[in-house]
């Protein structure tokens, strides 16, 4: 049941988000996929991520109750997945969540069978990605770049590369899903 966990890491400013994005957009409505609604300790935006923001003490409460499937801190935030944002693998569905490479081995001890999926980019793309978003100042983002310099995709991941056209990794991304799924299922994406 687990093998249907797919947890998707690369740098923030990867296109992750997009990557979704795109998903939901070029999939059937009864596509039996469902993306996991993270809680994060920031500030809601217009763009991007429509997380579910909370305070660090609302986090903190959801962890020590043990209602967070996932859980960890990178950047000076926390970050969790509700356990029942992993409800539909029962109904035999794939969830993916959108994870922390540095928490990919903690995440692995939970759920062995989870499937791995890296988004990588050139430090080129990063840098401007990272820049245009404009959540950090010039020194964060090149801390970010520094930080995920020359690191290859975990072993046993899917490396998928969001350098050119968000069809292409979308597609990528897409087929990894559905080599998940029984034929019948897949083939409604």
């Not at 509700?82 to 693998?89: I, K, T």
């Not at 799924?181 to 083939?187: K, V």
């Amino acid at each position: 049941m687990n093998a249907r966990l797919v947890y998707l890491i690369g740098p923030s400013g990867s296109g992750k988000d997009s990557l979704l994005q795109w998903l939901l957009q070029n999939i059937q409505p009864d596509f039996p996929l469902h993306l996991a609604r993270r809680c994060i300790t920031r500030a809601t935006q217009a763009s991007g991520e429509q997380h579910e923001s909370m305070s660090q003490a609302q986090w903190l409460r959801l962890r020590d109750a043990g209602a967070l499937a996932l859980h960890w801190q990178a950047n000076g935030l926390s970050y969790g997945v509700r356990s029942s944002e992993l409800a539909p693998l029962a109904l035999g569905h794939c969830v993916l969540v959108n994870g922390s490479r540095a928490h990919l081995d903690e995440a692995k001890q939970r759920f062995p069978e989870l499937t791995a999926a890296h988004i990588s980019v050139t430090a080129e793309r990063l840098q401007h990605r990272l820049t245009q978003r404009g959540r950090e100042d010039a020194l964060a983002v090149e801390s970010r770049l520094r930080r995920n310099q020359n690191l290859p995709a975990p072993a046993g991941c899917a490396d998928i590369s969001n350098n050119g056209p968000i069809d292409v990794a979308g597609a990528a991304l897409l087929a990894v899903v559905q080599r998940l799924l029984p034929a019948a299922a897949a083939q409604r994406g």
